[in-house]
């Protein structure tokens, strides 16, 4: 079984640029989570989508960040225009399925630099 | 609001040695508790899981942890250090009944030799 895949690995753009992260869950997860770490602190929640409705939003930091899960399959995380503070690792977890335990499935993250 | 305190950014072993990593929570309803595993390159991993019943939980590779409800606290320890388990491991807590899971900031685990 495939784990969860994120793309890409590393996007170092400029200021003002737009990124665009993908999230493509562990198949039949539908809860689909964004977490944002920067610069070694705690791993903070951005986003929960069931299917693909967003079931809690509270953790995106302004509206530059634009997430998006187009038939409850992968997601988007978008950041438009990117300021320096959106520097970090973007991280995207799945959980549900057949025996939902709570436990979250992670992919190895997206680590974005902004210059 | 849930948040959860781990005591040391940073702890170094022996090898061989006792691991013993602190983390604190708070949480208005009962929790369930999780320690992540991070190793270099990979995404974090489950290490073991709290949600109800016995309150020592064992996860794997020879980790496990105490829920302590009076304390607050969900302590990850391990008898004998070994190399590989050089980490960072992250203490996470989410209510009963939601789904939102809240971190912390990790401890990276050195071992040294």
């Known amino acids: 079984e495939a784990g969860v895949t994120q793309f890409p690995s590393h996007s170092v753009i400029e200021k003002g640029q737009t990124v665009t992260l993908r999230c493509d869950p562990i198949s039949g997860h539908d809860n689909l989570y964004w977490y944002r770490r920067v610069m070694g602190k705690e791993i903070k929640f951005l986003l929960h989508f069931v299917k693909e409705s967003k079931q809690d939003e509270s953790g995106m930091p302004n509206n530059r960040f634009l997430a998006e899960r187009t038939g409850g399959t992968y997601s988007t995380l978008k950041v438009q225009p990117a300021e320096l503070e959106d520097s970090g690792v973007y991280f995207c977890?799945?959980?549900?399925?057949?025996?939902?335990?709570?436990?979250?499935?992670f992919g190895e993250g997206s680590r974005l630099t902004v210059l | 609001a849930q948040s959860v305190t781990q005591l040391g950014s940073h702890v170094s072993v022996s090898e061989g040695a006792l691991v013993l990593l602190r983390c604190n929570y708070s949480?208005?309803?009962?929790?369930?508790l999780f320690w992540y595993v991070q190793y270099p390159n990979q995404g974090l991993q489950l290490l073991l899981k709290y949600t109800t019943g016995a309150t020592l939980v064992k996860g794997i590779n020879g980790f496990e942890a105490e829920f302590k409800k009076s304390e607050t606290s969900f302590h990850l320890t391990k008898p004998s250090a070994h190399m590989s388990d050089a980490a960072e491991y992250f203490c996470?807590?989410?209510?009963?009944?939601?789904?939102?899971?809240?971190f912390g900031a990790g401890t990276r685990l050195f071992v040294k030799a």
């Open positions: 949480s208005s309803v009962p929790p369930y």
């Open positions: 977890a799945s959980s549900g399925g057949a025996s939902n335990t709570g436990e979250l499935f």
């Open positions: 996470a807590v989410r209510n009963t009944g939601g789904f939102k899971t809240i």
